[in-house]
Each structure stands twice: as structure tokens, then as C-alpha cells.
């Protein structure tokens, strides 16, 4: 299994990132995928899920109304697009296979002015 995520970058408040995770090893379709986020001195933390087929999703309130997961089981990719980025939004960010062992090694998302 292997999960290669991408798009993060340093941004200003206010701005939009496209985050993705291209997925291999697995079959993609068959799975929930899953988006999560760890600051510096923090604990991990989910931030989006979405169903195998993308018929259903779901995210932390503290990102609600900004970011917006989606997945093309043709190309075996789950997306994140984060709008409004704030501050707070400043992370490494992993994909996951829902409910396993299997992460994403990381993208950087800085958020600053």
C-alpha cells in the first residue's frame, strides 16, 4: 500500500490549496479514505472522511464550510480543497486509509502572513 499526498505549500490567510493523495497497492474504490492533520505539538487529528463511492462525507467543525473532500476512484485519488485558510489551518497534512495502518507521509501546509 502507498499513499503519496501533494499540494501543500506556504500560503497567506484568506487563501485556497488543493491538497491530493494519489493511492496504489489496494483496491481504492472498495475503501473510506480519510484526511487528517497534526500541528506542531499536537495531537493528530481528522479533519475529512469521505465513503468509498463519495456518496457521503464528513468533517471536523473546525473546518466546516471551508474544506471540501472528494475522491476520482477512476485516477485512485482522494482530494482536500481548503479554502478561507486561517492560521489555525497551519499543519502537516496525511491522507489514511480509514480505520488502518496504512498513512500518507505528509504534506506541509503553512499558513502565514
Known amino acids: 500500500v502507498q499513499l503519496v499526498e501533494s499540494g501543500g505549500a506556504l500560503v497567506q490567510p484568506g487563501s485556497s490549496l488543493r491538497l491530493s493523495c494519489v493511492a496504489s497497492g489496494f483496491t481504492f474504490s472498495r475503501n473510506v479514505m480519510t484526511w487528517y492533520r497534526q500541528a506542531a505539538g499536537k495531537e493528530r487529528e481528522l479533519v475529512a472522511l469521505i465513503l468509498s463511492d463519495g456518496g457521503g462525507t464528513s468533517y471536523a467543525d473546525s473546518v466546516k464550510g471551508r474544506f471540501t473532500i472528494s475522491r476520482d476512484n477512476a485516477k485512485n485519488t482522494v482530494y482536500l480543497q481548503m479554502n478561507s485558510l486561517k492560521l489555525e489551518d497551519t499543519a502537516v497534512y496525511y491522507c489514511?486509509?480509514?480505520?488502518?495502518?496504512?498513512w500518507g507521509q505528509g504534506t506541509q501546509v503553512t499558513v502565514s502572513s
Open positions: 489514511r486509509v480509514y480505520n488502518s495502518a496504512f
